[in-house]
């Protein structure tokens, strides 16, 4: 799966929050998650992140 610092996951459950979206802050054997709604990060095993998302949405570099 291909995903990179700055996406945007859409995870199959949601956090308690009531958001299901997550930022990518870290890749590597670990990531490291930032939820969109109340900002909690989290670190979790990449196997388990790749497994709950339902899908990416890429940050759309701006060109200046």
């Known amino acids: 799966m291909d995903i ?4 945007i996951l859409k ?3 949601q956090h308690p929050c009531g958001s299901a979206e997550w930022e990518v802050l870290r890749i590597g054997a ?9 900002g909690h990060q989290i670190m979790i095993p990449r196997v388990k ?10 940050k759309e570099l701006e060109q200046s």
């Open 30 to 38: 670990d990531f490291r998650l930032k939820c969109m709604g109340c």
């Open 49 to 58: 992140a790749e497994k709950n998302v339902r899908g990416v949405v890429r």
């Open 4 to 7: 990179q610092v700055g996406d």
């Open 11 to 13: 995870m199959k459950k």
